[in-house]
């Protein structure tokens, strides 16, 4: 089996799509899928099928698209030579791999809910979280090089947002806000390794599209200015920030927090002549020092 949700949903049995197209079915995989090898609760299904309103026959029609998703598993397995063995490969019995599985085996019924067995199969998700908790370690032992590279193989799973092709309910949209907050912590300690190694100028294209597209995000912004003015471009490190500084105050009420307005007094204070240095050691102080 292989599980996709870093993008467009997708959930291969014997490199056989088991992906339904009608959009009830398709909510009930992905939320399997997201949460492979452990129990999905029947009200959480529920809930994301119908939004806290279900009909009467909640329980029936549920039941019923698990058995569509059985009837896709069924096939994929193949029946005999063709199937799944219980090690999560194809392959009969007679290789001596162990029993073939069945649909039910894959999509089980379990007390208060289903799994999803995945046979210990890949997911771009277990993969995203394994390399990104790699490089937060990296970037704790002060390894940045291994932090950048890590933390660029763990973005690169990403095919666009998650779940892109589901129309989703209550449960797979915060489920998908979790997942692309996971994605931005990424993101920045990617973006964040690479400035102490000295890359300002490399992710000055990069930071300029990221600045527009998370207009309140402080530590994006954050890392624009610096990068900006080790690159000798005080004045639009500046403008970065009254930028941030008048979207904040439109939008939300609020003023740009203390670590990004010692920045700005730093940068201020250092002046346009101010050399470019490495960048700092502490994580939670690189905001408030530009040298």
């Not at 995203?128 to 032992?141: I, K, N, Q, T």
């Not at 939300?252 to 920045?263: I, K």
Request: aromatic fraction near 4%; charged fraction near 25%.
């Amino acid at each position: 089996m292989d599980i996709t949700v870093l993008g467009a949903l997708a959930v291969r049995v014997n490199g056989v799509s088991i992906t339904p197209t009608a959009p009830k079915p398709r909510q009930v995989l992905a939320l399997l899928a997201l949460h492979a090898d452990q129990v999905v609760p029947v009200s959480a299904l529920t809930e994301e099928l119908w939004a806290g309103k279900p009909p009467r026959s909640a329980r029936t029609t549920l039941q019923t698209y698990v058995l569509q998703l059985r009837a896709m598993i069924s096939t994929a397995l193949g029946g005999g030579e063709g199937a799944e063995t219980a090690d999560g490969t194809g392959g009969a019995d007679g290789a001596g791999r162990g029993p073939v599985r069945t649909a039910k085996d894959v999509l089980v019924t379990l007390p208060g809910g289903y799994l999803l067995d995945s046979g210990g199969a890949a997911s771009d998700i277990r993969e995203f979280d394994r390399l990104a908790g790699m490089g937060y370690r990296a970037m704790d032992a002060g390894d940045f090089p291994g932090a950048a590279r890590l933390l660029r193989e763990a973005l690169a799973l990403w095919q666009g947002p998650a779940f892109a092709d589901v129309q989703g309910g209550a449960q797979l949209e915060m489920e998908t806000r979790r997942l692309e907050e996971s994605r931005l912590c990424a993101l920045d300690q990617r973006i964040d390794a690479d400035i102490r190694l000295g890359r300002h100028r490399e992710l000055l294209a990069e930071l300029t599209v990221l600045a527009s597209r998370y207009r309140t995000h402080e530590n994006l912004h954050g890392q624009f200015m610096l990068a900006l003015h080790r690159s000798g471009r005080r004045g639009e490190a500046l403008d970065v920030y009254q930028r941030l500084r008048a979207t904040l105050v439109r939008e939300q009420g609020l003023e740009p927090s203390t670590a990004l307005r010692a920045l700005q007094r730093s940068i201020l204070m250092a002046g346009p002549e101010h050399p470019v240095k490495p960048a700092p050691d502490a994580t939670d102080t690189r905001l408030a020092r530009v040298g």
